[in-house]
């Protein structure tokens, strides 16, 4: 009986949510009060499910559908949308926008990828990055379009991504030759090519997000291949690795030869 | 018709796969084939052991593991016979449920081109039985232990050498003459596999006589029928056994417990390996592994089974498949040291697709498509590939036909999550156009009573009856209901069967004992049989016997491949709510297995169908269907229904479909469509 009413209480959530798209709900908004209801209890189940998941923070919450659970592609709007709005009082002059600028609007998870979402909008060379001193600033490519003649349109990403690694200011610190190092070493002992990147980083001993940076670079210049590998089965340490690409966490990684 | 190409990114079975794309995955390929090449040489019989078994492991679901399966089923056609092993259920049976799949696969066509056999075609345990035979007949006229007086041996060995199955079928006197020989003949097959430490478990007379009636004399059709439960190691009746040859050491009693059933397919199992040594090496490939991650036992059971066949038999080739997260975290740390040492590292991994051969893949799967729709060169549009291709070199091949998916649907978005039930009807579709697929299968039946059940408040629980007939048990309302799974037709077997479940009606007057029959199996009680009316009257009373026909097949299949979909990361939901679905869709089944009044389970009588042979499909018929797909190109199974004259059933239809290689089958929820392919 019990089960019964906590399936239909999922079903009711997932409709409500459905409903809300990709704007998603608070808890509130999916009338929950208490965290020991059977509405608390069916929301966990959706999330263990990996049908639902909160784009906000456990304070403010905002849970939507798994299929609209695409915090990369969010702050990449976001971000967007604040660098498209930005405009100087006076005409012919750039606003230069700071991170901070760019990231006003984004929360929670969406919040956590905003330095993710600015490397990729910076690559697709929609967002140009400024450095002046210590400060770095953005503009949007069309303000700057907009503003001068000849700035060529944008080109293809394949063609952004022959950019030598070592020049892009993410990958500032990475050791590219210990990473390769560590990998091999962990391929060998696994006994497989595709690896979980949060064994890899594990291996390399480096910091998680310069490593996703280093991997997504590697991936656009087809030395590295990136596999969505198994959600529902993986840790929350193998999750923590996740890259996205396509809006999807991508677990594994094979790099091969150079 | 609206129809997408891309839609179809599952397969389900490896005897119908898609062309497949030039490169992709052709390493792993070509290091089975190789490993396959060493069971193959030397003098007949070999007696050939592989170091392991070989394993195949995707970064994740849908890279292709099941489609490899199929490409290496065709590389291997004529050179293997080849068995797909879907997984068991039942850790206790496990073996029992290898041979019985064993020997289902084994009536697949030798060809491996179709599904189904046509009218004088082969299948693969009579291609099996010829070549074991002619090549003894060779080894003892090669050994001088065979002479001809009237007749060059060189002539004869030349003859042999060519002669078809059908050819020595339809000569009566040749096919009279070995079955007199047959004990020579034992004795000359015992001498030859003795020679190369190959042992049979049963008596090499009892195989001799067993294949040499199965093969040789298929109008008998009952002594067939009794032939095929003595090689899925079942109980026969004496007279039957006598007639067909097997002496009566080599009869399994009727009353075996469930570990010494169990043990005794396994040995079948080391026996046709053995034999395989005359002719050609067996490949057991075992598929969709992440379902032995269920729970412990059975994951550890899969271990079990490896290591016997690599350790225990000769003369095969095994192939575990695996996606590598579900393999690593709830079936390989089950395995003990011993078990992980059989499969051979490092495993055969796959990649997926890089630009040029989804390029490819796009235009495989555009052939043959109505021209003039202007949508091939969307899809083969170089932007888009770029962007696809731009931020990876390599893309999973379900991935990128997803993509390719929403592509010809001409959304910018993906395309909805299908309907639960959508999901659930598009595998009922599937199912009912693999003809060979509705059969017993125990494990989704042990699968559907074990583990879904009618409903929340019936209490499921492990069980075994004492003499081991009954080997599950609801609790529904304070009411029992026992289950069985017997595929046999010993009537001494049913006889025990039907006293253990008079032992417990008689204790508990409101309980029953349910057992599933299935068209092909012979009915229960056999008309001949003594205790036909003692069996009859139990019908009556608490032997509740469900045939289900070809359409409830379907059904309750497909419940347990869209479980084992979900499991496996092919279909997009979870397992649980898999289960939740089709406990609910099963409502109708559940009340019939529920219902405790006898009157209404359907008469004491079977259905008449049960107790027919399965013909093979008509000739005329296959013709019909192959003219028509042909001329038509395209066509839905309704419009092709409304263009046979006179009317056949969807499933007399899919029968003779399935000897088609060229027709390939799209199923969708709402809908099943041929078209015509060539050089497929």
Known sequence: ?258 | MDINPFESVIVSEPRRIDTPVPGLNDAPLDSLTRQLDKLTGGDLPRAVKLSGAQFIQSPAPGYGKSHLIGRLFKALRGQATLIYQRPYTNASTCWKSILLKMVQELEFPESAAAEFCGENEANQLEALVHGILVNIAINGIQGGLITFKDRENQDVLRYFRKVSLRQLRFNRRWVGSVFEKRVQLAGLMEKQLKARGIFLNASPLSWLSVLIHYAYRPEQYELRQACLDWLRGGSIDDEEAGRIGIPPADRPVHDLAMEQVNAAAKDRITDFCGLAGFFRPFVFCFDQTENYGSDPFTAKSLGVVIQGLVDGCFNHMTIVTANQAPWYSVVQPHWEHAHRDRLCQPALELKGLNRDQACELVRIRLEGWPPGLGKAAVMLEPAWLDELFGQTKELGVRHFLLECSRRWLGSAEPPPQPEIADLYQACVNKIKTQPKRLVFDPDALYWLVQEVACGPGAAVRKFKSESGYLIACWEVDGRKIYFGFEPGHHFRRWQAIQKEAARYHGADPSCKSVFFRTPELREIPGTAWKTAPEIAAAKGRYLHIIVLSGEEMAELYAAYDFYMGAVEGDIPIQADAAVGFVRERLKPFWERILEPVPEKWGGGKEEPESAKPRAEPRAGLIKTIRDIVRREKFLSVTDLLGKISPPVTEEELHRARACIPEIQVYTSPSMTVLQWRRGK
């Open chain 1, 1 to 258: 009986m019990a089960q019964q009413s906590l399936e239909s209480k999922k079903g009711a959530i997932v409709g409500k949510l459905k409903e809300a798209g990709a704007s998603g709900l608070g808890k509130g908004g999916l009338g929950i009060k208490d965290a020991k209801s059977l509405g608390a209890r069916a929301l966990k189940a959706l999330q263990e499910e990996r049908r639902v998941a909160n784009l906000g923070t456990p304070k403010k919450t905002r849970y939507v559908l798994a299929e609209f659970y695409k915090p990369l592609e969010l702050a990449c709007g976001q971000i967007e949308a604040n660098a498209k709005k930005a405009s100087s009082s006076r005409s012919g002059i750039l606003e230069l926008l700071s991170r901070k600028d760019l990231e006003k609007g984004c929360e929670g998870q969406i919040r956590k990828k905003v330095d993710e979402a600015i490397d990729w909008l910076v690559k697709e060379q929609r967002l140009l990055r400024f450095r002046r001193g210590r400060s770095i600033f953005f503009v949007h490519a069309e303000k700057i379009r907009g503003a001068a003649v000849g700035i060529p349109s944008p080109e293809p990403a394949k063609t952004v991504a022959a950019e030598p690694v070592e020049t892009l200011p993410a990958l500032a610190g990475v050791d590219r030759r210990g990473i390769r190092a560590a990998y091999q070493r962990l391929a060998r002992r696994l006994g497989y090519s595709n690896v979980e990147i949060s064994g890899l980083r594990r291996e390399a001993g480096c910091s998680m997000d310069a490593l996703k940076h280093f991997l997504l670079d590697e991936s656009r210049q087809g030395r590295a291949v990136l596999t969505l590998g198994d959600w529902s089965v993986s840790s929350e340490e193998t999750r923590a690795g996740a890259i996205e690409l396509f809006g999807k966490p991508h677990l594994l990684v094979r790099l091969d030869a150079e």
